[in-house]
Antibody, heavy 118, light 110 residues
Framework: EVQVVESGGGLVKPGGSLRLSCAASGFIFSNYGINWVRQAPGKGLEWVSAISSGSTYIYYAGSVKGRFTVSRDNAKNSLYLQMNSLRVEDTAVYYCARVGQFGELDYWGQGTLVTVSS | QSVLTQPPSASGTPGQRVTISCSGSTSNIESNTVNWYQQVPGTAPKLLIYRNNQRPSGVPDRFSGSHSGTSASLAISGLQSEDEADYYC???????????FGGGTKLTVL
């Protein structure tokens, strides 16, 4: 069964840092790109970042570029999102999602909540 | 303000057919395929339609997608109470080099 499970969320002060993880199972992780998507409380979905299967291609939304860094360790079937200089507006549930054959996000995790507040 | 434009709400009675529109531009919907996601409140999004009109296994054929120019739409026929959810369209944007989502449409089954 394909699964992606996020972890690492929590409460952090503005300006602080947090590292999210996404653990994958049930598929050959090194063959798939992964995206991060977030959802602020009561709001819609917002794409955050994408990383290709071999980390060759990495993309960020303008709202996080320069503050967030995505990486992956294919040997550990894991994806990471290092979030620095966090702002109140970064408060959201963060989802990792696998990229399917045609670019669709075909499997999503349950999300991890990041709260940025003083 | 979302790059893709969806109506904030839609509604229908059981058995009816409803459609949800998604409007974009030449750099996203016209150039790339559209995907649709369903999110029941309190749960993670789920892929509903990919590549404009393809259904993943397990998605009922009551759900269908179409795409023309800079617009796309999702149709739900034979509406059921369990279809009450938020629906999002999404596509890659060549100008922004990223995925863009619509603002979401809240579907209410009356």
């Amino acid at each position: 069964e394909v699964q992606v499970v996020e972890s690492g969320g929590g409460l952090v002060k503005p300006g602080g840092s947090l590292r999210l993880s996404c653990a994958a199972s049930g598929f050959i992780f090194s063959n798939y790109g992964i995206n991060w998507v977030r959802q602020a409380p009561g709001k819609g979905l917002e794409w955050v970042s994408a990383i290709s299967s071999g980390s060759t291609y990495i993309y960020y939304a303008g709202s996080v570029k320069g503050r967030f860094t995505v990486s992956r360790d294919n040997a550990k079937n894991s994806l990471y999102l290092q979030m620095n200089s966090l702002r109140v507006e970064d408060t959201a549930v963060y989802y990792c999602a696998r990229v399917g054959q045609f670019g669709e996000l075909d499997y999503w995790g349950q999300g991890t909540l990041v709260t940025v507040s003083s | 303000q979302s790059v893709l434009t969806q109506p904030p709400s839609a509604s229908g009675t059981p058995g009816q057919r409803v459609t949800i529109s998604c409007s974009g531009s030449t750099s996203n919907i016209e150039s790339n395929t559209v995907n649709w996601y369903q999110q029941v409140p309190g749960t993670a999004p789920k892929l509903l339609i990919y590549r404009n009109n393809q259904r993943p296994s397990g998605v009922p054929d009551r759900f269908s997608g179409s795409h023309s120019g800079t617009s796309a739409s999702l149709a739900i026929s034979g509406l059921q109470s369990e279809d009450e959810a938020d629906y999002y369209c999404a596509a890659w944007d060549d100008r922004l080099d990223g995925v863009v989502f619509g603002g979401g449409t809240k579907l209410t089954v009356l």
